[in-house]
């Protein structure tokens, strides 16, 4: 046998190296999905609606080229292209969204640890494992809007780990490489989340700390990350203001009150890491003071790491660049620029899923120094208090993950730990409302406005709640409250119209229709429009409106029979009957659409057609005392007049007052000859309605 080949028993090792590792992995993700339990039941919360559930571009009237392209999406066009792609294959069921967040973070772990040991930092597995079971994670994972957290973070490790591959390369071929994936894996965290803009300066950090040098060839090959990077953080920076609308007095803060904000921030975030305790989805939103002392955290914060550099010691040098790398990637959430969330607070665990690698790592490196240093029982002390802490972590976790099982589980979780929280007591207000509790909804509405005058979708629930008590006008003005603080609100343009239409002002209701589809070109505001302008007498216009909404949603019954009815004030009978048949292929015991088919299939002079309409249609509503009628006039006209008078005599005594029916009767009554029953019907009909006409002589 020649010196190359490899015999069975050679191969057995590489089999198990690789054997042992697959194994391992397998049994982490297994941990990891028990710990995370909850996820597997759970369903969509909060801001979902605008990510999955209600975005145009994932369930329709838009689509994947408009994730792209335009501005009625968020602009996570990465993540929203993941979301489209589930949706065509899952439809809107919860769990896959979920799995797929898991195993993202899952994925994440193990490259932070092919990080770490690329930096070569002790303990790589553990701080990995640290960070994969900390409950500060679960906000994250469990949140399907979050899948940008967990999807950008895979794209930000692969661009490390590609960059630390490349400073470690020497063939040209590797380097090129290594570089061509730090670039495009950077952009596809960028795509996913712009937070993830830091990474630049945090390579910088790491290979400096790793390496104790840098070359500026090097930090010139960095370039065209930093470009990236300021891109997405100019756009970032617009997005927040013009588009998600993070402007007003919410944020209208000094430079001092935010110095101040981040300072606290910073010691907040390192105080969940050291007690996740208690953990909540909306912080309490802290008054940002203008005192001079308000900066003693911020300077704090500064002087931590120059208190660390004085001990000269390796172990501060490591405390040092953790830190480091902590606030660096916390910087675009401290407060120095306007965020959309701080309305609801300053702070939140999404914020610091990727700034708390930093930390823990060092963590995780610090133990296993330890227990290096140590032997017999001092070691197995450090074994059995990590494993003490890894159990604790994981129990933490897989206790917060339940409070995102539905969303009345999360926002009570919320309202208990955080009563101040605005947001979870008008949302609470809805599902009080909801289930019928009007009079608590109302009182929890006005209890969140009084938390927080600028909270616009409190306006816009308190209008909601005022419509189901039928106070319109009062529900009018809450609308507009709303739109005063926040002039982009689609929902509250929308309802707007719709309460303007129901107090019987279809014509002052119509722009805030208009308004409402230049947000989002929902079917619903389209519909809504055209029934408006029907009843304006724009029945041309109202036409192409129900036909953009059955564009948008072609099963939209409602648009079938409306637009129906308009075709039939128009006297367009034949295109009425088609949209009557539409709905009935839609729902077949639609007692309105049936007899509307009934009566344009008479218009078009086809009676038999349209009495068996009627006959359905008596059969689902025997009771409908106009339906008889219609029917009788029907088989009258086929000359059926016995069955004529059955039906009519059915409707009068369903509604003893409808003059025309008793007329009618008459006039058969007396075509067959029964004078006496058809002289009492005749003298009904003209104690009813004087102005009838008499009936004709035989």
């Not at 979780?413 to 605005?422: K, M, S």
């Not at 306006?459 to 709640?465: D, R």
Request: with cysteine; net charge positive; glycine share 6%.
């Amino acid at each position: 046998m020649s010196g190359s080949s490899v015999t069975p028993a050679s191969r057995a090792p590489s089999r198990s190296r690789l054997l042992w590792p697959l194994l391992g992995g397998l049994g982490f993700v297994l941990v990891l999905a028990v710990v995370y339990q909850a996820v597997w039941s759970a369903g969509f919360i909060w801001d979902d609606e605008s990510h999955l559930t209600e975005n145009p571009c994932i369930i329709g009237p838009l689509g994947l080229r408009e994730v792209w392209t335009s501005a009625s999406a968020n602009y996570f066009p990465l993540v929203l292209t993941h979301l489209w792609v589930q949706h065509a294959i899952w439809g809107l069921q919860p769990l896959p969204y979920h799995l797929a967040s898991l195993l993202l973070h899952a994925l994440s772990a193990f490259l932070l640890a092919r990080v770490l040991l690329r930096l070569r930092v002790p303990g790589a597995w553990l701080g990995a494992a640290l960070w994969a079971f900390h409950p500060i994670a679960v906000e994250s994972v469990a949140w399907i809007s979050e899948l940008k957290n967990t999807q950008s973070a895979v794209f930000y490790l692969l661009a490390a780990l590609a960059y630390l591959r490349w400073l470690d390369a020497t063939e040209p071929g590797a380097r090129r490489r290594a570089y061509a994936l730090t670039v495009l894996s950077f952009a596809a965290a960028l795509l996913s989340k712009p937070s993830t803009v830091m990474l630049p300066a945090a390579l910088l950090l790491c290979a400096y700390a790793r390496d104790r040098r840098t070359s500026w060839r090097n930090v010139a090959w960095l370039l065209p990350l930093f470009a990236l990077a300021a891109l997405a953080s100019g756009w970032t920076v617009w997005e927040q203001k013009y588009h998600s609308f993070a402007a007003g007095p919410e944020w209208a803060l000094t430079p001092l009150q935010r110095a101040a904000i981040a300072g606290k921030a910073v010691w907040f975030y390192l105080g969940k890491l050291a007690w996740p305790e208690p953990l909540m989805f909306v912080y309490p939103r802290w008054q940002p003071a203008a005192d001079p002392l308000a900066l003693l955290p911020l300077l704090g914060a500064i002087a931590l790491p120059l208190a660390l550099a004085a001990l000269r010691h390796p172990v501060a040098r490591a405390a040092i660049w953790a830190y480091g790398y902590f606030v660096l990637l916390l910087f675009p959430v401290l407060g120095f620029f306007d965020v959309y969330y701080f309305r609801y607070s300053f702070v939140a665990d999404h914020f610091q899923y990727l700034a708390s690698m930093g930390p823990l790592a060092l963590a995780g490196a610090g133990i296993v120094t330890v227990g290096r240093h140590v032997a017999g029982f001092g070691r197995a002390a450090v074994v059995v208090a990590t494993a003490l802490v890894l159990i604790m972590l994981a129990t933490l976790t897989w206790r917060h993950a339940w409070t995102f099982s539905t969303p009345t589980t999360l926002w009570r979780a919320t309202q208990e730990r955080n009563p101040n929280c605005w947001i979870a007591e008008s949302i609470l207000g809805n599902d009080a409302r909801d289930a019928g509790r009007l009079d608590d909804a109302l009182q929890m509405h006005r209890h969140a406005l009084a938390l927080d005058p600028y909270a616009h979708e409190a306006y816009y629930n308190l209008g909601l709640t005022l419509v189901k008590l039928g106070r319109t006008e009062e529900a009018i003005a809450q609308y507009q409250r709303a739109l005063a603080i926040k002039p982009n609100f689609h929902e509250a343009e929308h309802n707007l119209g719709v309460a303007l239409a129901t107090a019987g002002r279809p014509a002052e209701a119509i722009p805030h229709y208009r308004q409402a589809l230049r947000f989002k070109p929902l079917a619903e505001s389209h519909y809504m429009l055209a029934l408006s302008l029907t009843l304006t007498g724009a029945g041309d216009e109202a036409i192409a409106h129900y036909q953009q909404a059955l564009q948008l949603r072609p099963n939209y019954r409602s648009v079938h029979y409306a637009l129906g009815r308009t075709y039939e004030l128009l006297e367009r009978h034949r295109e009425a009957a088609a949209e009557f048949r539409a709905e009935l292929g839609l729902d077949a015991t639609s007692f309105p659409a049936r007899v509307h088919l009934a009566a344009a299939q008479y218009r078009l002079g086809d009676a038999r057609a349209a009495g068996r309409e009627y006959e359905t249609a008596l059969r689902l509503e025997p009771d409908h005392a106009d339906a008889q009628c219609d029917y009788a006039a029907v088989l009258a006209a086929t000359g059926d007049i016995a069955r004529a008078v059955e039906h009519y005599q059915a409707a009068v005594r369903l509604e003893p007052d409808l003059a025309a029916a008793h007329h009618n009767l008459a006039v058969h009554l007396q075509a067959l000859g029964r004078s006496a029953e058809s002289a009492a019907h005749a003298a009904i009909a003209r104690r009813l309605q004087p102005n009838l006409p008499a009936l004709p002589s035989r």
